[in-house]
């Protein structure tokens, strides 16, 4: 039972460079998140998806598309990174009530220079 | 808008002590739900407890309870008799009726010494 799973769990990139994070989920889950951790900020959410096909913008979404295809994958891209965005990237999943938990992915540990 | 508060940013105590980490939440809402969250130095997030607005019952579990209180937005989480393993950073996070995601705090970083 794999629950959430990142890729990649590290990743260095050059200003402007592109590059997308997959997130994918074995728990049927509708909700899908994606969250960035920096220090002492806790975490904030980028954009999130209610369902496949359906996307939405969270606190922190410039900079950043997402796509969710199918149910069980969420997609977060950066057309063009910037120093910025160096960050801990977690992707999160829950059942679609507002009591469910959210289950995190290990984190992908991304770094632009 | 929500808010989670977490005033304390890092706590340091020695094995065997107490600790509380401090949580204060701002919502309108009538109907919601808190969260804490564990992050040990590996760097993976454990759900640790949930509790809904109409429920201040306090919760034990093991070392660890929880106090809830509307009356000062507050849902506090004590470690009893703290031990090595403790280490984290610890996360509260609000959700109410309407949804979409959590608002998570900045978060404490609990040290214990041995």
């Known amino acids: 039972n794999a629950g959430v799973t990142q890729t990649p769990k590290f990743r260095v990139l050059k200003t402007g460079q592109s590059m997308t994070l997959l997130c994918a989920q074995d728990?049927?889950?509708?909700?899908m998140y994606w969250y960035r951790q920096d220090p002492g900020m806790g975490l904030r959410l980028i954009h999130y998806?209610?369902?496949?096909?359906?996307?939405a913008k969270g606190e922190v979404p410039d900079g950043y598309n997402v796509s969710r295809l199918k149910k069980q994958n969420f997609l977060l891209g950066l057309e063009s990174a910037a120093p910025s965005q160096t960050s801990v990237y977690f992707c999160?999943?829950?059942?679609?009530?507002?009591?469910?938990?959210?289950?995190f992915g290990n984190g992908t540990r991304l770094t632009v220079t | 808008a929500q808010k989670v508060t977490q005033a304390q940013t890092e706590i340091s105590v020695v094995e065997k002590e107490d600790v509380t980490l401090d949580c204060v939440y701002e919502?309108?809402?009538?109907?919601?739900?808190l969260f804490w969250y564990k992050q040990p130095p590996s760097g993976e997030l454990v759900f640790l407890i949930r509790?809904?607005?109409?429920?201040?019952q306090n919760e034990i579990s093991g070392r660890y309870s929880w106090n809830f209180q509307k009356s000062t937005s507050s849902f506090n989480f004590t470690i009893t008799a703290s031990q090595v393993v403790d280490s984290a950073v610890y996360f509260c996070?609000?959700?109410?009726?309407?949804?979409?995601?959590?608002?998570f705090g900045s978060g404490t970083r609990l040290q214990v010494q041995p």
């Open positions: 999160a999943s829950s059942r679609q009530f507002s009591w469910s938990p959210l289950h």
């Open positions: 728990m049927n889950h509708e909700y």
């Open positions: 998806s209610v369902g496949e096909g359906t996307t």
């Open positions: 919502t309108r809402d009538t109907t919601y739900y």
């Open positions: 509790r809904n607005s109409f429920d201040e």
């Open positions: 996070a609000l959700s109410d009726t309407g949804r979409r995601a959590l608002t």
